[in-house]
């Protein structure tokens, strides 16, 4: 349809070609979907299994915090990762971090 046609259409005509359209675009759109899930589904059994049989990460334990500020006890650090503030504010005052461990 041309523009000019549409422009020269009524409202009510407009509607319906509105709902006309709605209508054709959600059954294509089912129509792919269906057929995407499927192609995954034969690419699932082709190649190993469902969705569900993708193996989880494995839990890790909590890590304890090794090294507490004797400033402020509520700053702890596990002694991984980036260095926090006041490790290095402690270590700079050339204080050894073994007084900072916990027991």
């Known amino acids: 349809m041309k523009k000019y046609q549409l422009d020269d259409m009524s409202l009510e005509d407009l509607w319906h070609l509105h709902n006309d359209l709605t209508r054709i675009l959600t059954r294509r759109c089912e129509r792919q979907k269906q057929l995407v899930e499927q192609q995954l589904a034969e690419l699932g059994r082709r ?3 469902s969705p569900n049989d993708v193996p989880k990460p494995r839990p890790y334990p909590p890590v304890t915090a090794k090294y ?8 702890t650090w596990s002694g991984r ?21 916990t027991q």
Do not use: M, T, Y
């Not at 507490?68 to 700053?75: C, D, F, H, T």
């Not at 260095?83 to 900072?100: N, T």
């Open 47 to 49: 190649f190993g299994g």
């Open 81 to 101: 990762g980036k260095q926090p503030r006041w490790v290095i504010e402690w270590l700079a005052s050339g204080r050894p971090l073994d007084d900072c461990r």
């Open 68 to 75: 507490r500020n004797p400033g402020l006890s509520s700053e």
